[in-house]
């Protein structure tokens, strides 16, 4: 089982690109940038349906570490990722389009956005080297894309001088990720990637594209399971959930699901039909556990939201049908583990069909909690189980190179 400590979290990963950086381009970066992954405590599946999230960003980083390039040959981006052991070579000149490697695209995206607000002040993106290194798990469910989008928005704005308003951050990547690597995602990831605060997770409205941050108490950590089951979000299987929450809102003659309730649902049966009956409910009974389990913890009843966890997790089992067997091994482990131990709930988090399940539970067993959650996870699938905790992390941006150079450790 790995272990999420300090060790693991933004100090390593910067001394990590920091050095690698060097190595590959033989000078020390002069740009040093970070994005956070996320876990969801509730809210699944309602960002695209303009609903509620409750969304937390957690001590695992994408950093870029980038220095100015000579452009021999043209403005480029030369960007190479670490941990997949692949470079891109991007042309700034032109409007940057889609390209292999298919990672790259995160990137492109974000370029693409720049090109169009510079070209506005006529200004151009310079050239650039750039490394990529994170501690993100990718297809984990984790929000590492979004993580890649915000970092290089991150490092662009110092790049060219042009800073953005978070929203309109946020909401650039969101267009990179729906044009450039084809997921028709919601806001909550790329929002919460820019807003991410370490006092605690954000409620985020998706519909009026607002957030508050809700405590979380000093005594509490959420542990997260690695299933080691990658999705891709991009096969098809998430288009469709959304594809059909849209049909299901136009049946029921509403803008999206947000405007619909319980009542509204269970009346139009015959008119959704049964996959948009499921789907529908999903959305309106998720959205208020997503409400009420933010007024839960601002009044420190984590039984309570961990109640809703358990139910979040079976509809979207049920209902929206995006768990999996792996999944729901680690959710019906926690629940037998139970209060008494420590477990307050778990769920499945992230678009699913593989990925992380998130357990919330006192601090102090976590350690006894995960090893049994690891000996019934090997039992049933014959692997080990990586898993980490993490409290709310802060939410990266501007780094000091010079803080992690060589000398760094």
Request: overall charge negative; some cysteine; proline content about 4%.
């Amino acid at each position: 089982m790995t272990w999420g400590t300090h060790s693991y979290g933004l100090e390593r990963v910067a001394i990590d690109a920091t050095r690698a950086f060097s190595d590959r381009f033989g000078r020390a970066p002069a740009w040093l940038v970070a994005a956070p992954g996320r876990i969801n405590l509730i809210g699944e599946h309602t960002d695209y349906n303009g609903g509620y999230v409750l969304p937390m960003t957690i001590d695992r980083y994408v950093v870029i570490a980038a220095s100015p390039a000579a452009a021999l040959h043209g403005r480029r981006m030369t960007i190479h990722s670490e941990s997949l052991g692949s470079t891109a070579d991007i042309g700034l000149d032109a409007e940057v389009g889609r390209g292999a490697p298919a990672w790259s695209n995160y990137v492109r995206g974000v370029l693409a956005g720049f090109q169009k607000r510079l070209a506005e002040r006529r200004l151009e993106i310079p050239a650039v080297d750039a490394l990529i290194a994170s501690n993100l798990p990718r297809g984990g469910g984790l929000s590492s894309s979004a993580a890649l989008e915000v970092a290089t928005a991150n490092l662009l704005e110092l790049v060219t001088g042009l800073r953005l308003a978070s929203l309109e951050k946020a909401l650039m990547c969101q267009t990179a990720e729906h044009d450039y690597a084809g997921v028709p995602c919601g806001l909550m990831d790329q929002l919460v990637c820019v807003q991410g605060d370490a006092r605690g997770p954000l409620l985020i409205d998706c519909r009026a594209q607002v957030a508050r941050r809700v405590p979380l108490d000093d005594g509490v950590t959420v542990l997260i399971s690695n299933t080691g089951i990658r999705h891709a979000l991009a096969d098809g299987a998430y288009a469709q959930r959304r594809a059909e929450c849209e049909a299901a809102a136009r049946r029921l003659g509403v803008a999206c699901l947000r405007e619909a309730d319980v009542d509204t649902v269970e009346g139009a049966r015959q008119i959704l039909g049964p996959v948009g009956h499921r789907r529908a409910r999903h959305v309106v009974t998720e959205n208020a556990r997503t409400v009420r389990a933010a007024e839960l913890l601002e009044v420190g009843d984590l039984d309570g939201v961990g109640a809703l966890m358990y139910e979040s997790h079976c509809s979207l089992r049920d209902d929206y049908e995006v768990s999996c067997p792996e999944l729901d091994v680690l959710v019906d482990a926690a629940r037998e583990i139970g209060s008494a131990a420590g477990v307050y709930g778990a769920r499945m988090t992230g678009g699913g069909f593989g990925g992380c399940a998130i357990t919330l539970l006192r601090t102090n067993p976590v350690e006894a909690v995960a090893r049994e959650l690891e000996r019934r996870f090997e039992r049933f699938t014959g692997r080990s189980l990586d898993a980490f905790v993490s409290r709310p992390a802060d939410g990266g941006g501007r780094l000091d190179p010079g803080r992690f150079g060589i000398g760094a450790s």
